[in-house]
């Protein structure tokens, strides 16, 4: 993705994202302030979001997993959903692609509640074993000093598009 638009970077996870997000236990260590708890027992914080933000579909950011469940399926095919026929969008027959997912009823949305629920209850957490919210990876972009490179390496050392960066795309 980088390349063709004639940047540089790496993708690395050499950070701690307990930190990175504000969960890290230590007071003088924000990140970047999402909610967190803990369970006893459990060694690690459990992220939840970073409310008004990027919420997880989970309490606390949802009164129970009912309305968590029910906030999902409204996101999916509601209004502006990507599977409703009436949102917008590229396709030359956009209604008939949108709204040919099949459907979730009454009796899904129950499933659905019900295993989520019990997962909840049992564990003290949804999901039970991973993270509502996880960073995996780091994604580091930047422009490319070609001039230190060439004078430090030697030629091919970027690719054309790094070259033509700043025709392309101004500064």
């Not at 236990?25 to 006893?40: C, M, N, Q, R, Y």
Request: proline share 9%.
């Amino acid at each position: 993705m980088l390349q063709p638009l004639g940047l540089g970077g790496w993708m690395y996870d050499g950070i701690n994202p307990f930190s990175v997000l504000g969960a890290s236990g230590d007071p003088t260590v924000p990140g970047l302030g999402f909610s967190s708890f803990t369970i006893k027992g459990q060694p690690l914080q459990v992220v939840t979001g970073l409310p008004g933000v990027f919420e997880g579909h989970c309490p606390p950011h949802f009164p129970d997993m009912r309305a968590a469940v029910e906030a999902v399926v409204a996101r999916k095919y509601g209004p502006c959903g990507p599977f409703n026929a009436g949102t917008p969008g590229q396709y030359k027959e956009t209604g008939a692609v949108r709204g040919a997912a099949a459907p979730t009823d009454d009796s899904f949305v129950e499933c659905v509640v019900t295993m989520a629920d019990y997962i909840h209850e049992t564990f003290g957490r949804f999901p039970a074993t991973v993270q509502p919210i996880h960073v995996l990876m780091y994604l580091q972009a930047h422009r490319l000093d070609t001039e230190f490179y060439d004078a430090k390496f030697a030629a091919g050392a970027y690719l054309r598009t790094h070259a033509d960066h700043e025709r392309n795309w101004g500064a």
